[in-house]
């Protein structure tokens, strides 16, 4: 009963913790589980006006999923449509691999992989109408990755690989072939280039995989992609002429050219796994992430070809030297060959999150097409030019086995070559019954919030085709805060005025913040105050007793986040002013008030007294106090000369009564 009644609690507040933060939204589902074959291609766009679309493989009908097709959802500045969730695929036939993006002035453009070629399908006005669909016919065209160019994004760029029919696939090698480069400014009716990308051909390499390149954004001018994994060098492919040339910039030199695994036995070597990513800056440099694996080819013919144990995500930039084909040029264990640097270049790796010193991993679950422990990596820059880069990484001690990868963030900290905190996207409640992978990140953002889509999967790895049941992946729209760690808050508050009377009410504003931002509660304590205590977000509160009072908030995610603010006499209640003074025997007058910074205080007793007052600002800070001995009658003077004009409050103190007048400073 004990498991039963904690699994509930779970539930419960996963539940809680999903409904209370919209940010986070189910845009669609899937039965199929394999997004990409390697890189991860643009899934999401984010459009100037702040709407976004969103694609995705998408099919129901396991194992064979002769259904395959495109799954589209459209947030339209308020909400998402498409929900419940899209059933019918964008696309008239069977397609796979989709990559979407802007198009025309108000338009978008997405091309998938189909039976007989890529379909291209066109909306002009994004998120309403029919798709216009055509074909870039060819057989063996596979996994097509587009991005649009030009002041109106009305020049198509298309990669493509056209797959070599006569190589027998393999566990390490799907499909290989060699990438082609095709554009279109005529919203693909034609293609002015169609051509195998120079420099990427037979002569330097033996093909590349399935999915082995993907596109940056168009930047200041430039287009540019990266391509490669295990098998080939990484290159960057960058063209300033709108395609028409291209420079290569090889940025990893692989240690055995033309590799094939199991044709001969080679040494283990450090290298990419296969996920990379890239993006350009505002002045077109490209930035590049890549994720790290071990490899060696045995002719063996084991199936065994990679260490399952080995992973890191590695960034770099134009302004770096290039990696060599050392074996350890990229081993990110400190080896006295290794050309990585941590937190410079080598900025991820799996996190200890016990704090044990070691990595204690729960086991092998399954892999996925990039075999290391840390891959899909994603990179983009937002408008201050800083670095954000997620990726999905193994889990260490997973709550149960189906949260084996979580998706991480690192950011580079602003007008700095330093990167901040590690990030877990995934440690929120509701994620502990799925492991989060093929994240798509935004290329487009404002300077604080990153936005991507992934897939939520029940069952770590790819699915089993001989399961009696095949589960259901969710796709899912997620926010990254920069500078805010997930399921993290920070208490704050401050209060209309701090000095008052008695009978007079004090209405509070609340500053705090945390992640997810609608998931916070408030648990307010007011010492003196009606009611004493209150979960509102503003409370308003009264005090009828004279004194002063401490304010306490705390503010509270479940169980998982809480911060507490305390402000120690906080709040001072005076006595009701408006009563005549002379009848409990004083003599009152000030002048001039309003004043410029002196003032003239007469006081008058019906007996000898000793006096003390006070002139206290609006934030309750005493700016003046003098203690004054007076017999029958006393002037005074009140210098508050250097302090800034506004309301100030004076309180004359005397044989146990208190007397409460307004000063009004002005210049």
């Not at 669909?133 to 298309?158: A, C, Q, R």
């Not at 797959?163 to 554009?183: K, M, N, V, W």
């Not at 590349?208 to 060098?233: H, M, N, Q, R």
């Not at 905190?421 to 935004?442: H, K, R, T």
Request: one cysteine or more.
């Amino acid at each position: 009963m004990k498991k039963i009644t904690i699994l509930f609690v779970f539930l419960f507040a996963a539940s809680f913790l999903y409904c209370q933060n919209p940010d986070e939204v189910i845009i669609g589902n899937t039965f199929y589980d394999l997004q990409t074959w390697r890189a991860m291609q643009n899934r999401v766009y984010e459009f100037e006006d702040g709407t976004i679309g969103s694609v995705w493989n998408q099919a129901e009908n396991w194992p064979v999923f002769p259904d395959k097709g495109v799954g589209y959802s459209y947030y339209n500045g308020d909400q998402w449509n498409g929900l419940p969730f899209p059933e019918i695929s964008i696309t008239s036939g069977w397609a796979t691999f989709p990559s979407y993006t802007a198009f025309g002035e108000n338009g978008e453009i997405c091309i998938s992989q189909g039976a007989n070629g890529l379909i291209i399908s066109v909306r002009e006005e994004k998120g309403t109408g029919n798709w216009d669909e055509s074909y870039f016919p060819g057989n063996g065209l596979k996994h097509p990755v587009v991005v649009t160019s030009g002041p109106n994004h009305d020049t198509i760029n298309l990669l493509y690989l056209v797959a070599d029919p006569l190589f027998p696939e393999t566990p390490a090698q799907a499909s290989r072939g060699f990438i082609h480069y095709a554009r279109s400014q005529d919203g693909g009716q034609s293609w002015d280039i169609d051509m195998e990308i120079p420099g990427l051909g037979s002569d330097e390499y033996l093909g590349f995989t399935i999915g082995s390149y993907i596109w940056a954004e168009p930047k200041a001018g430039a287009i540019a992609f990266v391509a490669g994994d295990y098998l080939t060098d990484l290159v960057l492919m960058k063209s300033t002429d709108e395609g028409e040339t291209w420079q290569k910039t090889i940025v990893w030199e692989h240690p055995y050219p033309k590799f094939e695994i199991f044709t001969f036995d080679s040494d283990t070597f450090y290298c990419n796994d296969g996920g990379i990513s890239v993006a350009l800056d505002s002045e077109g440099q490209a930035n590049i992430a890549f994720t790290l694996s071990k490899v060696f080819s045995s002719t063996a013919q084991d199936t065994i070809w990679y260490d399952p144990l080995v992973g890191g995500v590695v960034y770099w930039n134009e302004g770096m030297d290039a990696f060599s084909d050392n074996i350890n040029a990229l081993n990110p264990y400190g080896h006295p060959d290794s050309e990585l640097e941590e937190d410079f270049n080598l900025i991820g790796w799996v996190q200890d999150i016990d704090g044990n010193g070691q990595i204690d991993l729960a086991g092998n679950f399954g892999t996925y097409p990039t075999p290391g422990l840390c891959t899909m990596p994603q990179i983009t820059l937002n408008d201050l030019n800083q670095i954000v880069v997620v990726w999905s990484s193994v889990n260490e001690n997973p709550s149960f086995d189906t949260d084996y990868r979580h998706t991480w963030f690192r950011a580079s900290i602003e007008d700095s070559e330093d990167w901040g905190d590690f990030a877990d996207l995934n440690n929120d409640l509701v994620f502990i019954f799925s492991e989060v992978v093929y994240p798509s990140l935004m290329q487009s953002s404002n300077s604080d919030i990153i936005n991507f889509v992934s897939q939520m999967d029940g069952e770590p790895g790819l699915s089993n085709p001989e399961l009696p049941v095949y589960p259901e992946n969710d796709i899912v729209f997620l926010p990254v805060y920069l500078g805010w760690d997930p399921v993290t808050v920070t208490a704050g508050f401050e209060a209309d005025t701090t000095i008052i009377h008695i009978g007079d009410t004090v209405f509070f504003t609340n500053t705090s913040y945390g992640y997810p931002p609608n998931s916070i509660t408030y648990n307010w304590s007011f010492e003196g105050g009606t009611p004493l205590t209150s979960n509102d977000i503003d409370p308003s509160i009264a005090y009828n007793t004279e004194g002063v009072y401490d304010v306490t908030l705390t503010a509270s995610i479940l169980a998982l986040a809480a911060n507490t603010l305390l402000k120690e006499e906080y709040i001072s209640v005076l006595p009701l002013t408006g009563i005549d003074e002379t009848e409990k025997g004083l003599v009152l007058q000030i002048y001039p008030n309003p004043g410029n910074g002196v003032f003239k205080l007469e006081l008058g007793f019906l007996q000898s007294a000793t006096i003390e007052y006070r002139v206290y600002d609006l934030l309750g800070n005493v700016v003046a106090n003098e203690e004054v001995s007076i017999n029958d009658k006393a002037t005074h003077t009140i210098n508050l000369n250097g302090q800034p004009e506004g309301v100030y409050f004076l309180n004359i103190m005397s044989g146990g009564r208190s007397y409460i007048r307004k000063l009004v400073l002005r210049d």
